[in-house]
């Protein structure tokens, strides 16, 4: 099959399209014939060679991607009852487990990882949805804000970001998010409450607003410490690149890792169910052939890509 990944950890030049062997379905696995794959900056990350530590040992190549829609071709034994071969279905994929990630033409995924894709829906957009909407969801679940309180939101013309705002209003939040003065009629649509001037003075704008600070922050920008002074003490930092801190005020530092929810059917499922009842917005910003792919990372990494940018592995 063919598949697109790197021998060598590098810039996007050192993305390749590989010839590998057939893959088959394991004990509660299912195969997918992958129509389509979003790319994410994890995928960016992961071809940069930030996952290589858990690679090690492992010949190449190495193959990104979390974010897969296809067709089920193939069961395992085992495999969960809840589906069967030919289901239009999307995956949440982890690219440093056993079978690699979602760029290329066949992966394997462990069932618990695979849900039915969101009723008309293409392969295109419905690829772009349970990596970034997931980790929105575990965002918001460790901020536990309750209903009615400010939910502060950077980077949110971006997929996590967006999907943040759509999914706190869905929890009852009012929100704060950042915008550049061309993203503010997006930022409006996708729920904002309110709207503040993105960049490093984002967390006093915020308090000019809010002179208590807000009670929690997910931060899609990565401004990390810069968010800081915008939340209330004792509130709670939401981050997607695994910073640490120094914190201060007692506020929680929340580090998101969306590895961890990869097999939680019942999650993704109801991602789906909000895709389904418009809840979620699904954005695709451009498809390209997989042999495209070190032009898709390279118009990702160079910044203004709204919505997500997919790989279309064709028949």
Do not use: C
Not at 32 to 45: C, S
Not at 169 to 188: C, F, W, Y
Not at 193 to 211: C, I, Q, T
Not at 277 to 306: C, I, K, M, Q, Y
């Amino acid at each position: 099959m063919k598949a697109v990944g790197v021998t060598s950890f590098g810039g996007p030049e050192a993305l390749q399209v590989v010839e590998l062997p057939e893959p088959h379905a394991g004990n509660g696995e299912v195969r997918i014939r992958v129509y389509a794959a979003a790319v994410n900056p994890t995928d960016t990350g992961f071809r940069a060679g930030l996952q290589a530590a858990r690679l090690e040992g492992r010949p190449g190549p190495y193959i990104p991607g979390m974010d897969a829609a296809g067709v089920i071709d193939e069961l395992g034994p085992g495999a969960d009852g809840r589906l069967k071969i030919g289901d239009r279905v999307v995956a949440l994929i982890v690219p440093s487990g056993p079978h690699g990630g979602a760029y290329a033409e066949q992966v394997v995924v462990p069932a618990a990882s695979v849900v039915h894709a969101p009723a008309g829906v293409d392969f295109p957009a419905a690829s772009t949805l349970l990596m970034n909407a997931m980790t929105a969801r575990l965002a918001l679940d460790a901020l536990a804000l309750q209903p009615g309180q400010l939910l502060a939101v950077t980077g949110s013309a971006g997929a996590f970001g967006g999907y943040v705002i759509q999914l706190g209003k869905a929890d009852g939040l009012r929100v704060i998010a950042d915008t550049a003065p061309s993203d503010e009629q997006l930022v409006r649509s996708l729920g904002a409450d309110y709207v503040l001037e993105r960049g490093d003075m984002f967390a006093s704008l915020v308090r000019s607003m809010v002179p208590e600070g807000v009670p929690g922050l997910a931060d899609g920008a990565v401004l990390n410490g810069r968010a800081l002074p915008a939340i209330a003490n004792g509130g709670g930092l939401a981050v997607i690149r695994g910073w640490e801190g120094p914190s201060e005020r007692n506020i929680t530092i929340h580090r998101i890792m969306v590895m961890s929810a990869a097999t939680n059917t019942a999650a993704l499922e109801k991602l789906v169910r909000q895709v389904e009842d418009h809840t979620l917005t699904l954005r695709v910003a451009d498809v390209l052939p997989a042999e495209r792919a070190a032009e898709a990372h390279r118009r990702f990494e160079s910044g203004g890509v709204r919505g997500r940018l997919v790989l279309e592995f064709r028949s």
